[in-house]
């Protein structure tokens, strides 16, 4: 079983930081791409930022030059740090991997977390 542990939302005001983290755990053979999505109350789920195994990245023009994603590969752990936050970047944010487990290491699967929620608010 594997599985997505995110931890690091919380309220923030306007220019603030966040960090979050996303952990996997259980049966894991490897782990390729890594990322981070959002979805705002109403809206779709939106990619924010994505890394792949070797660490080339992707962003949303929304957080370019705010937000940096990173990861820790003897973790398994992929990181987000936001700078600058602004009110629009209210969402709930979900890590998503794309990993090989023990079980069936010749296929890979996409994993979810459960989601950590974000407020940016005075």
């Known amino acids: 079983q594997v599985q997505l542990v995110e931890s690091g939302g919380g309220l923030v005001q306007p220019g603030g930081s966040l960090r979050l983290s996303c952990a996997a755990s259980?049966?894991?053979?490897?782990?390729?791409?890594m990322g981070w999505y959002r979805q705002a109350p109403g809206k779709q789920r939106d990619l924010v930022a994505t890394i792949s195994s070797d660490d080339s990245t992707n962003y949303a023009d929304s957080v370019k030059g705010r937000f940096t994603i990173s990861r820790d590969n003897a973790k398994n752990t992929v990181y987000l740090q936001m700078n600058s936050l602004k009110p629009e970047d209210t969402a709930v944010y979900y890590c998503?991997?794309?990993?090989?487990?023990?079980?069936?290491?010749?296929?890979?699967?996409?994993?979810w977390g459960q989601g950590t929620q974000v407020t940016v608010s005075s």
């Open positions: 259980g049966s894991i053979f490897s782990i390729n791409a």
């Open positions: 998503n991997a794309e990993i090989r487990p023990y079980s069936i290491s010749s296929r890979r699967f996409q994993y």
